[in-house]
């Protein structure tokens, strides 16, 4: 979910293992680029969300505390 939503999704289900299937319908396209990825996100997300939904699960939009790793540089490996 992470991918389409855009934002990092948390899974605190407890569930150690899942296999779902969700059909995705894809929404007519109008030609307009940007405006059919962002149309194709959202049904998808909001297609994934109703599985969920169905499941007896809900996904719940939360702020908090994320680790995160920043490089501020990188170089290649000296020769000794």
């Given at each position: 979910m992470s991918g389409i939503s855009g934002h990092i999704v948390i899974d605190q289900t407890g569930i150690e293992a899942i296999d779902i299937t969700i059909?995705?319908?894809?929404?007519?396209?109008?030609?307009?680029?940007v405006a059919d990825i962002a149309a194709v996100r959202d049904s998808y997300f909001a297609s994934m969300v109703?599985?969920?939904?169905?499941?007896?699960?809900?996904?719940?939009?939360?702020?908090g505390p994320l680790?995160?790793?920043?490089?501020?540089?990188?170089e290649r490996p000296r020769e000794n």
């Open positions: 059909n995705l319908e894809r929404p007519p396209f109008t030609g307009d680029g109703g599985g969920v939904n169905k499941m007896g699960l809900k996904v719940a939009s939360r702020n680790e995160v790793l920043m490089v501020d540089s990188a």
